[in-house]
Structure formats: structure tokens, C-alpha cells
């Protein structure tokens, strides 16, 4: 999942606090009006290394995603190892070589870049729920449940938080909480189908059998297949993780 761009900010090398790159010797003069000449240039310098090494992580970042796309998830590593190398505090970077350690098959360190995104930047809910999606997959539902609440913390607008973390609790038999959470995944999306099926399955659970119907004939509406499939699923016992790609709906 990918994360926005970061802005051009640097730290002021005297106070500690952010400052917009374009604005750092305004800071300085007014801030810290006893330094001298010599030591505002040297301060001037180093948040234009910021800014340059900001572009170049970027730009790396943006290879990087375009290769893990295109199914070369090993190059990729090799471009987020070179951003990481620039900047070992890139949240974007560590969370998005997850994703490709995911692809190589490498669950361990997925959740090591998951950890460290989540250490630099604790409010980014994308890792939260990267990190729920993988630590469900090694069967640590509980732990993934909290993970997916922490995401939906700081964005509450992710669609797919909010189908995982019903269909958690739809396992640990909460069913109320689980409907609860698959209408506020079709309240971002009213035809987002994974929705209407799951919560038609607990409906069903609950022995509210009209209702029920209703859902599986809404899912089969806006997608035949996947409801078929999920039927067969249902039958079987198996679980599915919910990531359809699908987002809310723009007001």
C-alpha cells in the first residue's frame, strides 16, 4: 500500500525543531540571531543536502514501487535498500520493501520493515494494516485484530481495515461487532460485494435467514463469481483475507 510524499522539511541543527527547507534561514535569523555568518552558511548547506537527499529517496522509492509492480520484487529491494541507505528513517521506504519481502516469500523480514515504518512514523495506518494482513497469515488473529484497530485510528476511511478486522471477529464469533464493522465498510462503498457477503454469512449465523438473503443476492449482483466462490468457501470452512483493492466511494 502506497503512502503519500513527504514534504521538504529539515531540523534545525541548533534547536531541534522542523522547519520547511525554503524557510530554514528565515528560522535562523529570527530564531537565532546570535550565530554568526559562518555558522547560518554551514546550517544553509546542510538543509539543502536534506532536500537533495529527499529527491533522491524519492525517486528511488518510485523505481522501486514500479519494479515491485511489475513482478521484480528482488530489483525492488535493491532500490528500497538504496533509499534506506540515504535515509534509515524512510517509513515509506520500510513499508513498502514489506510488501516486497511479502512477495519474496520472506514473512520475517516483511514484519521486521513493518516494525520499523511503524517505529518511524507510528500514525501511518497503511503498515498498521500491512502488518495486521501478514501477522493474520501466520495465525495471530488477536494480535492482527489490534493492528487493524490502531489503523482504523488513524484512517478510519480504509475500506479493507474495516472487512479484515469483521471478518476477525466474525471468527471469534463477535458476531454484532462484526456486522457493525462490515456496515461501515459499505457505508465508504455500498457495492463493495466482499461486504455484502460476509455480513449475509453471520446474518445467516444469526439465524436471520430473510435478511441474509438479501446480502448474498446484493454480493451475487455486483459479483457473481466472487459470491459463487465465497459460497464454495463457506462450505469448505475456509477463511479469506478481504483485499479487494476496492476504496471508498469519493462524496
Known sequence: MSTKRRKKFGTC????ARVKIENMAAHEMKVHPSLDHKEREASSLDAQEIAVNGDEIRALCREASKLLHSGQAAEAIKKYKQALKCDPDSYEAWNDIGLAWEE?????????????????KPDLAAAWVNKARLIRRLGKEEE??????????YDDTIIQAWQNKGSILTSMKMYEDAIRCFDAALALNDEYY???????QVLMSLDETEESHHCF???YSLNPRYAWKAI?????GETIEHASGMSAKRK
Open 217 to 219: 443476492e446484493k454480493a
Open 104 to 120: 519474496m516469500g520472506n514473512d520475517r523480514k516483511a514484519l521486521e520493515a513493518y516494525i520499523k515504518s511503524l517505529e518511524a
Open 144 to 153: 492482527a485484530l489490534r493492528c487493524y484497530e490502531e489503523a482504523l485510528k
Open 13 to 16: 541543527r541548533f534547536c531541534g
Open 232 to 236: 464454495a468457501d463457506l462450505i469448505t
Open 194 to 200: 466482499m461486504a455484502w457477503m460476509a455480513k449475509g
